[in-house]
């Protein structure tokens, strides 16, 4: 996984004028907080990180380092490019649901599983306020995620162990 600088550029470019077509002037409405990806940790669907298979067909998901590497500085670029135009301005993070496990450990995958390639939310959390506070922590938070459904499946005394 990797992006260009043209995609980079694109991306900033993209953002900054979001930022500053949406958050100077209440005539064509204010954008104070910007979320970037929707439900990242479900990598397959939502962030169209495709992983490998091995020679016997098994998903093999992308090293979550290599990926929470890439997220975090698309999250900090979207960040930088925002506040250049509103400095109260807030990027967040969306995520799931499920919080202390991935799909792909909860349902303990053995095959060619490609939906399922995902991670836990608390690890993409813990990951960012570890690595970006010791790189220059900015102001970031996460989205609320309200789903049109219940979400009667979530179950935290299951997949946090820290309910147990």
Do not use: C
């Given at each position: 996984?990797?992006?260009?600088?043209?995609?980079?550029?694109?991306?900033?470019?993209?953002?900054?004028f979001?930022?500053?077509?949406?958050?100077?002037?209440?005539?064509?409405?204010?954008?104070?907080?910007?979320?970037?990806?929707?439900?990242?940790?479900?990598?397959?669907?939502?962030?169209?990180?495709?992983?490998?298979?091995?020679?016997?067909g098994?998903?093999?998901?992308?090293?979550?380092?290599?990926?929470?590497?890439?997220?975090?500085r698309?999250?900090?670029?979207?960040?930088?490019?925002?506040?250049?135009?509103?400095?109260?301005?807030?990027?967040?993070?969306?995520?799931t649901?499920?919080w202390?496990?991935?799909?792909?450990?909860?349902y303990?995958?053995?095959?060619?599983?490609?939906?399922?390639?995902?991670y836990?939310?608390?690890?993409?959390?813990?990951?960012?306020s570890?690595?970006?506070?010791?790189r220059?922590?900015?102001?970031?938070g996460?989205?609320?995620?309200?789903?049109?459904?219940?979400?009667?499946?979530?179950?935290?005394?299951?997949?946090?162990?820290?309910?147990?």
């Amino acid at each position: 996984m990797y992006i260009s600088n043209a995609g980079r550029d694109y991306w900033i470019a993209a953002m900054e004028f979001m930022a500053n077509r949406y958050s100077q002037s209440s005539t064509l409405g204010i954008v104070n907080k910007f979320i970037v990806g929707n439900e990242i940790d479900y990598t397959y669907d939502w962030y169209l990180l495709q992983p490998n298979t091995d020679k016997n067909g098994k998903v093999q998901r992308v090293e979550f380092n290599t990926f929470m590497e890439e997220f975090a500085r698309t999250f900090r670029l979207a960040n930088n490019a925002v506040k250049k135009y509103n400095a109260s301005a807030k990027v967040l993070i969306s995520l799931t649901h499920n919080w202390a496990q991935s799909t792909y450990d909860a349902y303990n995958v053995t095959g060619n599983h490609l939906e399922y390639n995902s991670y836990a939310p608390k690890d993409i959390l813990d990951w960012i306020s570890k690595y970006e506070k010791a790189r220059g922590d900015y102001d970031w938070g996460v989205a609320a995620h309200p789903y049109p459904i219940g979400t009667t499946s979530s179950n935290p005394t299951k997949t946090d162990p820290s309910w147990s």
